[in-house]
C-alpha cells in the first residue's frame, strides 16, 4: 500500500523561501512519476511539477518556473519541491502525488493513482 506524506510547509513573508518534502513508502513498481500539485481556496487543483523515477524528466507550470526546483533522492524515498520567491498567490495546500505504470497522468491531478494529506503554505504580503 502505497503512502505519501508531504511535511516543510508554514507561513512565509512574500519573496522568501520554504522547502517541502514528500516522503513515499510501500511502492512495489520501479517506474513512477512523482508530482507536486497546490489548491488554493475555492480554486481548482492546479499542477505544479513533477520528476520520473531517473530524476532526468522534470516539468513546472508556467506559474513557478524560475522560482521553484522539484528534486529527488530515491535513497531516503523522497521528492522535495524547493520554493523560492514566494508570491501571496503561491498560498494553497500542496500535495504531492504518484503516478503508477502506464504512467500516463502527465499534469492532470486526476489521473494520479496516489496522494499525500497535504501541507500548508502561507505566503503573507
Known amino acids: 500500500q502505497v503512502q505519501l506524506v508531504e511535511s516543510g510547509g508554514g507561513l512565509v513573508q512574500a519573496g522568501g523561501s520554504l522547502k517541502l518534502s514528500c516522503v513515499e513508502s510501500?511502492?512495489?513498481?520501479?517506474?513512477?512519476?512523482m508530482g507536486w500539485f497546490r489548491q488554493a481556496p475555492g480554486k481548482e487543483r492546479e499542477f505544479v511539477s513533477t520528476?520520473?523515477?531517473?530524476?532526468?524528466?522534470?516539468y513546472y507550470a508556467d506559474s513557478v518556473k524560475g522560482r521553484f526546483t522539484i528534486s529527488r533522492d530515491n535513497a531516503k524515498n523522497t521528492v522535495y519541491l524547493q520554493m523560492n520567491s514566494l508570491k501571496p498567490e503561491d498560498t494553497a495546500v500542496y500535495y504531492c502525488?504518484?503516478?503508477?505504470?502506464?504512467?500516463?497522468?502527465?499534469?492532470?491531478?486526476?489521473?494520479?493513482?496516489?496522494w499525500g494529506q497535504g501541507t500548508q503554505v502561507t505566503v503573507s504580503s
Open positions: 502525488a504518484m503516478d503508477r505504470p502506464p504512467l500516463q497522468a502527465g499534469t492532470t491531478a486526476a489521473l494520479y493513482d496516489y
Open positions: 520528476i520520473n523515477w531517473t530524476g532526468h524528466n522534470i
Open positions: 510501500g511502492r512495489t513498481f520501479t517506474w513512477y512519476v
